[in-house]
């Protein structure tokens, strides 16, 4: 008797059980998806997000430091001496990247002296052939158009800026407890960090 | 003077073409339905890009398994193997020849209308295990034992919940029971209501649908009897599921829902709001719930469905003879 009473309290407390989950499932049916439909709309990515290598070319001073620190040696770069004027210049004659090689370990933005170096948001670099991404010209303007027709070096030197930190900005710092206030708008990054604030990097809470 | 026979296998080829049809047509549009609805309930969107969301998606997905390769397995039973996917797709194609789609529209009402469909969609188990054992592979042939087991087993309380209704309604023809439900559905009397849930039980188990897939678990089983099937006899074996799924939700809905009674709107539109209600629970089902062991499902079956399914029968009964 108790067996089949509690074969009875099992049946019971399992239908209770399935109604609970399927209160759940309904929910959940009628809940907003949270699938990003990828391929049209896409995510503005992290900003310390390591993408492919890029250069200002303007801004390079030929120190060779990112050549010393690659440590797969992605990187190539020769130049030569000039008289112009009767001053001496330096001139770079190949500032070439391989993508194959590179590790994306990111030393080579991080050693920069002037920030002329950086990684950009690219993501999307899938070739149909090897040669594509093995002799990138890093002074060519539309050195990505061949791998993203959306390419712009403007718009990635652009968010660059926006994203570094410890850039020195000639306008007037905020306060400290500005940023600490409103993190999300600070981009722009006091030269000397507050310890209490909260490290002002990640703009794009929102998604693209 | 035209001869009469000619006329009645016109209209059975009418009959048979729309019937063939609407087959087709519903079993893309459950495919489709049912992605959208598992992704919905886990939150995601499900196929977007063919049509309107995602709508045309099933046809694409035809079109692909037309063009596959039908790959036979070395050492598989070849004559077996080969027939299988028939064995499951036609018994489920005639059982829509009693299904009374509106007032007018049954291709026959066969006067023992519910007792030639459950008999009809048991042979589809035939196929499901031709299939498991012709491929030569233990995985399928565990699926097709499981499946024998399982439908068989869940034949009984299905059956024992019919019969209520049949005992309910005094006949066996579909259109009869439909209208001997003109003055009330006969889920709204409690024991046909407790009929209904043994029936919607089982007939999960029937169409081999989660709780009750282990025949085709995929974790374990890696997809059961179909594994070695592809291209077109594939598609056969995925038509057949969602058009037995559907036979099994049109026929709770004749039984217990009043079938293609309703007020207003066309008969048809009646019929089909129901089954698909019904195929809607039956989704809401599978997305909510995790696969049972094959001894609990078979406990569940013998000493849970089929006792309360009799003690069912029997309180029924006392209720006729009161
Ligand atoms: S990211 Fe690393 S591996 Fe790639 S070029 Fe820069 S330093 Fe070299
Ligand atoms: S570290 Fe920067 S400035 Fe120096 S060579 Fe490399 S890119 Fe130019």
Redesign the pocket.
Same mark, same amino acid.
């Given at each position: 008797m108790e067996k089949i009473f509690r074969k009875i309290k099992n049946a019971y407390l399992g239908m209770i059980s399935l109604f609970i989950g399927m209160r759940v499932t309904i929910k959940n049916y009628f809940a907003p998806s949270v699938t990003l439909e990828y391929p049209i709309k896409k995510k503005k990515m992290a900003p310390n997000f390591r993408g492919m290598v890029d +250069?200002k070319p303007e801004a #390079?001073? =030929?120190?060779?430091? #990112? =050549?010393k620190i690659c440590p797969v040696a992605a990187l190539d +770069?020769t130049h030569k001496q000039m008289v112009a004027d009767g001053k001496k210049k330096n001139e770079i004659t190949k500032f070439t990247y391989n993508a194959e090689l590179c590790c994306f370990c990111g030393l #080579?933005d991080e =050693? #920069?002296?002037?920030d002329? =170096?950086f990684m950009n948001k690219m993501y999307e670099v899938s070739v149909y052939d090897h040669n594509q991404v093995m002799n990138i010209d890093l002074m060519n303007e539309n050195k990505y158009k061949h791998v993203d027709a959306n390419y712009s070096l403007a718009a990635e030197i652009k968010i660059n800026d926006l994203n570094t930190v410890g850039i020195i900005q000639k306008s007037p710092v905020a306060p400290v407890a500005a940023v600490a206030a409103a993190p999300a708008v600070s981009a722009v990054v006091s030269p000397t960090p507050a310890p209490e604030a909260p490290k002002p990097t990640s703009t794009n809470k929102e998604t693209a | 003077m035209i001869d009469p026979l000619s006329v009645q296998v016109r209209s059975m080829v009418i009959n048979s073409s729309v019937i063939l049809g609407f087959i087709s047509i519903s079993a893309m549009f459950l495919i489709w339905w049912e992605r959208k609805v598992s992704a919905h309930i886990q939150n995601r969107l499900g196929p977007m890009i063919v049509g309107w969301h995602g709508s045309l998606q099933s046809i694409a997905d035809t079109v692909k398994l037309l063009l596959k390769e039908n790959i036979v397995p070395a050492g598989a039973d070849k004559m077996i193997w080969w027939l299988a996917p028939f064995f499951v797709v036609v018994p489920s194609v005639m059982a829509f020849v009693t299904i009374p789609f509106a007032r007018n529209f049954v291709v026959h009402d066969l006067n023992v209308g519910i007792l030639f469909i459950t008999s009809i969609t048991s042979v589809c188990v035939l196929g499901i295990f031709m299939a498991g054992w012709g491929s030569n592979n233990k995985y399928s042939l565990l699926g097709g034992m499981r499946s024998a087991a399982q439908i068989i087993s869940y034949e009984v309380p299905l059956l024992l919940s019919v019969v209520v209704v049949i005992m309910e309604a005094g006949t066996l023809s579909m259109q009869g029971i439909i209208q001997a439900q003109e003055h009330g559905w006969f889920i709204l009397k409690p024991n046909l209501a407790i009929a209904f849930v043994i029936y919607f039980i089982s007939s999960t188990a029937e169409v081999n649908r989660v709780p009750f897939d282990i025949p085709e678990a995929e974790s374990e089983l890696g997809a059961g009897y179909h594994t070695e099937y592809t291209g077109m006899k594939f598609a056969m074996f995925f038509v057949a599921e969602y058009t037995n799924l559907f036979i099994v939700s049109a026929v709770a809905a004749t039984l217990f829902l009043g079938g293609w009674q309703g007020p207003f709107l066309p008969s048809v539109f009646w019929f089909l709001l129901k089954s698909y209600g019904i195929i809607f629970l039956s989704m809401w089902v599978r997305w909510t719930l995790p696969r049972v062991r094959m001894d609990q499902m078979m406990g569940f079956a013998w000493k849970f469905l089929t006792p309360v399914a009799l003690l069912n029968l029997l309180i029924s009964g006392w209720f006729m003879l009161r």
């Open positions: +250069l #390079c001073v =030929i120190c060779y430091q #990112c =050549i +770069l #080579c =050693i #920069c002296p002037t002329a =170096i | -």
